[in-house]
């Protein structure tokens, strides 16, 4: 069945640095994909997405390119704030439609001063 | 201002007693969904509705019933609650078109003893 891997469940950085999270998908479908931002005690909310191949998304100093060939929607900020510490949810739905979103396991970001 | 709104925030049930969460959205969608999410797990789908008065199954629908009375409401019932079903429980809408954004609710923290 369709499903969305994610890697790292923790990632721990100091502010300024780069972060990269990995996101890796299977599915049948044309896929279409998520990023969610979980800060602690408040609800997931929607960081950015993509359905086209090879194009950058970005929002809020965060990007993401959907790579079809390799099934990836990986995570990317140049230089990552004490704001950005939260959980990070990657998603996947399709372009048939039908179907609810499927999330991976998270990954936490914590960055330190 | 749109929204999703959970209650209660939080409960302590006891086992093999019966828990009701409830949900309420005023962002006029037509797709609801319960999740569960515990550590290491993600977010996990346990039902969903795309119309009144019809409930779907997600994922992990073992021991958990949904209701939706009206666009609106959205209900998860735990008849006979356990141990393992403490959890943190999120509620989210949708357009009727799939791939759309989810808003969620800002979650349900039930223990079970």
């Known amino acids: 069945g369709d499903s969305v891997t994610q890697t790292e469940g923790l990632v721990t950085l100091t502010k300024g640095l780069p972060v990269m999270l990995n996101c890796t998908y299977q599915t049948t479908y044309s896929p279409f994909l998520f990023w969610y931002v979980q800060h602690l005690n408040e609800a997931p909310k929607l960081l950015l997405k993509s359905s086209t191949d090879n194009k950058r998304t970005e929002h809020q100093g965060f990007y993401a390119t959907l790579h079809k060939s390799s099934s990836s929607f990986h995570l990317q900020k140049s230089s990552v704030q004490l704001s950005d510490s939260a959980l990070y949810f990657c998603?996947?739905?399709?372009?048939?439609?039908?179907?609810?979103?499927?999330f991976g396991t998270g990954t936490t970001v914590s960055v330190s001063p | 201002e749109a929204a999703v709104t959970q209650s209660p925030r939080s409960k302590v049930a006891v086992t093999g007693g019966k828990v009701t969460l409830s949900c309420h959205q005023t962002?006029?969608?037509?797709?609801m969904y319960w999740y569960r999410q515990d550590t290491g797990h993600g977010l996990r789908l346990i039902h969903y509705s795309y119309v009144a008065d019809s409930t779907e199954k997600g994922d992990i629908p073992d021991g958990y019933k949904a209701s939706r009375p009206s666009q609106e409401n959205f209900s998860l019932i735990l008849e006979l609650a356990s141990l393992s079903q403490t959890a943190v429980y999120f509620c989210?809408?949708?357009?009727?078109?799939?791939?759309?954004?989810?808003?969620f609710g800002s979650g349900t923290r039930l223990l079970v003893i």
């Open positions: 989210a809408s949708s357009e009727r078109t799939t791939n759309s954004d989810y808003t």
């Open positions: 962002n006029n969608h037509d797709y």
């Open positions: 998603a996947l739905s399709d372009l048939q439609g039908g179907r609810a979103l499927i």
